[in-house]
């Protein structure tokens, strides 16, 4: 049989797992919103921590770390629960189990990568807090000291 008498369209192709063609403009798009968003973030987060205010360079690390709180929560109600089978015989329970669906090391152990996953953005908003202050309070020292040398 001769590959050059069969037409390309009858060929049936398997799927590669190749992204089609307008997928990639949606990526690219997606990437460049959530970089905007990342952006005008610690550009917030500069701005609030060099405010003569401490208060206000805390704002955004508090609800970091308050949804990562949520998120434990959500785990832990999630993971703490059971199941229950019932069998039912001319209306009436033959039987009634309870099993528990995960393990408590596993609940432990999904918990703790959780809370440190969804804390990473609170270490990084609180660093930013500390670098800001650290740079204003070795400003505010350095006019302090040439007030004195007046």
């Known amino acids: 049989m001769n590959l050059d008498s069969i037409p390309i369209d009858n060929i049936p192709m398997e ?6 063609t307008g997928e990639p403009v949606a990526v690219l ?4 919103v959530a970089l905007g968003i ?3 973030i610690i550009a917030l987060q500069i701005y609030l921590s060099k ?3 401490r208060l ?3 704002i955004m690390p508090a609800v970091s770390f308050s949804f990562s709180l ?3 929560l959500g785990v832990l109600l999630y993971s703490a629960h059971s199941g229950t089978s019932t069998q039912w015989v001319n209306g009436e329970i033959v039987e009634q189990t309870t099993t528990q669906l995960a393990s408590t090391a596993s609940i432990i152990g ?3 990568y959780i809370f440190v996953l969804f ?4 270490v990084i908003l609180v660093a930013i807090y500390a670098a800001c202050r650290n740079h204003k309070n070795k400003h505010r020292a350095l006019d302090k000291m040439n007030v004195q040398d007046l």
């Open 56 to 58: 206000l360079g805390l």
């Open 15 to 20: 799927s590669s797992g190749v992204i089609e």
């Open 29 to 32: 798009l997606f990437l460049i």
């Open 110 to 112: 999904g918990a703790v």
């Open 51 to 53: 405010r003569e205010s």
């Open 38 to 40: 990342c952006a005008g």
């Open 119 to 122: 804390n990473i953005p609170t």
């Open 70 to 72: 949520m998120a434990l």
